[in-house]
Each structure stands twice: as C-alpha cells, then as structure tokens.
C-alpha cells in the first residue's frame, strides 16, 4: 500500500520558499518514496519560481490522494490563493494569515492521516505577529493545533545534520535567562519525549541519552556554578531510575568529536547555541528541525527566510532536500 504523500507549507511567499521548492522537486521527483505535494497559492508559486530562473511545471491537486499520480512528472499544488501576489524579499502583511492558515490545514491533514509527514518552509515571525501570531514559531503554534485536554502535547524542537541529533532544552531565550529556566522537570519531560521518538519514528529500540552540563567543565563539582548538581544531575538520575540509557552530565566542550558522538543517539543541550553550534558545524546546509512529541511527523529546513537571496535564483535547497528525506524515511520507519 502506497504511504500517503508529505505536506509541504508554503512558508513566507516573498522568501527563498517558492526557489527551494522548485529545486527540492528537481531533486527528489524520480522517487515517489519522497512524495510531496506544495499547499500554497498555485499562481503565485509559479510566478515566483520564473522569477528565480527556475522553470519546473506544476499541476493543480484537489485532494492530496492525487499526489503521487502527478509527482513524476509535475509539482502537485494543493492550491489556497492568498489574498496578495508576492514579491521578492517584500512582506506584505496582507498574506500572513494566509500562511497561518496553510499550516493549520497542513496540520489537519496529517491529524486526519491523508498525510504521511509535514514539513513546513521558512515563515518570517514579524509578518505573523503583525497579525496576532502569538507563539515562538511552528514548533510551538503546532503543539497548540494538535493539543487536547486529554492528550496534552510536549513538544521538542530537535535538530539534525551529520549523524548528529541536538536538542536545546531552553531555546530562544536570552543567555542570561538559561540558568532560571533551566528545570529537572523540562530535562526529564524533554528527555522521555526524545526516547520515545528515537524508538517510535528512527528505529532506535534502546536509545542512548547524552545530557551536556550548563556550565564549563559540567561545573567541575560546584567550582564553577552549581546548576549541574542541583539541576541536571537529579534529571539524569530520575530518568535512570526509569530505565533509561543516560550518561551526564558530561562537559559539553567534549561531547561533540566524533568519537564522543559514537556513544549517544541524540544529546540534549542546556541553551540554544550548544546544540546549534556542532550541528551547523558538521553540516550547514544540510541541517533539518524536527519537531518531536506531536502526533504526527514535522520537519523543517534548519534556516530562515533568506530574503536577502528571495528571487535571485542562488538560493540552495539542501536543507528543505534533507528535511523532506528524513520526513519521508521516519514515515517509512513508522508504517
């Protein structure tokens, strides 16, 4: 039985999203294992594309069933015209909501299984606030879409690129709001979330945690802050006690070589740049967001809008290739 296609979200109609589509379908189509298909403003889509020098055709889809008849041989377009046409690299706040509303209905597809995965292109956060947007970004708008009272949704934001799997506990915070934040409960509630993930979407039956300390040298016993004994230390033993593989808190200066990297499935980091660091490092093009503990699959390129190469036909589609491999390979994992 053939899996249901990946939903791909428009993303911000005046960035680099209409390019590194375009290419990621040049990329991917001889491969219906990698099956998407664009929710977005057909149109729009098509004149953009032109505009970067991209030329690929494209078909309208009235429901995503028909995807992979099309994916050979065309993009398939789920079409929702936006209210305004888009230009390179300006944002029109007139079509914010409308990027809103393409991810509540990719959302809704995948909740109603007639998607196999999501994977969402850049949005650009001012445009949405403009309109009330009221949440840090996809990772946490789409827990409050798929969240109900009885089953309330821990959401984790993890980042992936060369055999690496980081994920920041604290994440857009200022450097000095770290050590508040910082939680036992949010090391150990994030940690279950990642095992369960590694064991349910990557195929990983027994995984194994790595947990950084906060400060230089895991705080070398209080010598250097005491977040590491009273913080993290106690996560680390609650989630043992649970029966699960987890080694720290280790030092994170020395967590990332790949000897290190060997001796873990994924490692949690305390703040947003230990985690971020070594995975751009290994592979800044090719890095992918997931978004683990929501009831289907999420991906995303690990980059932004790129507005400064919106329409200039330069921008590179690693990043939006990998997340849709990975998205297509934990749906594959999954079935």
């Given at each position: 039985?053939?899996?249901p296609p990946?939903?791909?979200?428009?993303?911000?109609?005046?960035?680099?999203?209409?390019?590194?589509?375009?290419k990621?379908?040049a990329?991917l189509h001889?491969?219906?294992a990698?099956c998407?298909?664009?929710i977005?403003?057909a149109?729009d889509?098509?004149a953009?594309?032109?505009?970067?020098g991209v030329?690929?055709?494209a078909?309208?889809i009235?429901d995503?069933?028909q995807a992979h008849?099309?994916?050979?041989?065309?993009?398939p377009?789920l079409d929702?015209?936006q209210?305004?046409?888009?230009?390179?690299?300006?944002?029109?706040?007139?079509n914010?909501q409308?990027?809103?509303d393409?991810i509540?209905?990719?959302?809704?597809?995948?909740l109603?299984?007639?998607c196999s995965?999501?994977?969402t292109n850049?949005?650009?956060?001012?445009?949405?606030?403009a309109v009330g947007f009221?949440?840090?970004?996809h990772t946490d708008?789409l827990?409050?879409?798929a969240?109900?009272a009885?089953?309330?949704i821990?959401e984790?934001m993890m980042?992936?690129?060369g055999?690496?799997r980081a994920?920041?506990?604290?994440?857009?915070?200022?450097?000095?709001?770290?050590?508040?934040l910082l939680?036992?409960?949010?090391?150990?509630?994030?940690a279950?979330?990642?095992?369960?993930s590694?064991?349910h979407?990557?195929g990983?039956?027994?995984?194994?945690?790595w947990v950084?300390?906060l400060?230089?040298?895991?705080?070398?016993?209080g010598?250097?802050?005491?977040?590491?004994?009273?913080?993290?230390?106690?996560a680390?033993?609650q989630?043992?006690?649970?029966?699960l593989?987890v080694?720290?808190p280790?030092p994170?200066?020395?967590a990332?070589h790949?000897?290190?990297?060997?001796?873990?499935?994924?490692?949690?980091?305390m703040?947003?740049?230990?985690a971020?660091i070594?995975?751009?490092?290994?592979?800044f093009?090719?890095?992918?967001n997931v978004?683990?503990g929501l009831?289907?699959?999420r991906?995303?390129p690990?980059?932004g809008t790129?507005?400064?190469l919106a329409?200039?036909?330069?921008?590179r589609?690693d990043?939006?290739?990998?997340?849709?491999?990975?998205?297509?390979?934990?749906?594959?994992r999954?079935?």
């Amino acid at each position: 039985m053939t899996r249901p296609p990946i939903a791909l979200t428009c993303g911000e109609p005046a960035s680099i999203a209409p390019e590194i589509t375009a290419k990621a379908w040049a990329e991917l189509h001889t491969d219906d294992a990698n099956c998407f298909f664009l929710i977005g403003d057909a149109r729009d889509f098509v004149a953009r594309i032109f505009q970067a020098g991209v030329q690929i055709p494209a078909t309208q889809i009235e429901d995503p069933s028909q995807a992979h008849e099309v994916f050979g041989s065309a993009i398939p377009i789920l079409d929702v015209p936006q209210p305004k046409a888009s230009r390179a690299a300006w944002i029109d706040t007139r079509n914010s909501q409308h990027v809103i509303d393409v991810i509540k209905l990719a959302a809704s597809l995948c909740l109603d299984g007639r998607c196999s995965a999501l994977v969402t292109n850049p949005i650009h956060k001012d445009a949405l606030y403009a309109v009330g947007f009221r949440h840090q970004g996809h990772t946490d708008f789409l827990a409050s879409v798929a969240t109900t009272a009885a089953a309330p949704i821990q959401e984790v934001m993890m980042l992936v690129a060369g055999g690496l799997r980081a994920v920041p506990v604290t994440v857009h915070v200022p450097l000095a709001q770290v050590p508040v934040l910082l939680t036992t409960e949010a090391i150990v509630a994030q940690a279950r979330v990642v095992a369960q993930s590694l064991q349910h979407w990557f195929g990983i039956i027994h995984p194994r945690l790595w947990v950084t300390g906060l400060n230089p040298h895991a705080g070398e016993n209080g010598a250097m802050g005491l977040e590491d004994k009273t913080i993290i230390e106690p996560a680390v033993a609650q989630l043992q006690r649970m029966g699960l593989d987890v080694t720290g808190p280790v030092p994170a200066d020395t967590a990332f070589h790949a000897e290190a990297r060997a001796n873990y499935d994924a490692i949690l980091c305390m703040y947003h740049d230990q985690a971020l660091i070594p995975v751009k490092t290994l592979d800044f093009h090719g890095g992918v967001n997931v978004t683990l503990g929501l009831p289907f699959i999420r991906t995303s390129p690990d980059h932004g809008t790129a507005l400064n190469l919106a329409g200039t036909g330069t921008a590179r589609a690693d990043s939006l290739i990998a997340a849709i491999k990975l998205a297509a390979d934990m749906a594959q994992r999954s079935t």
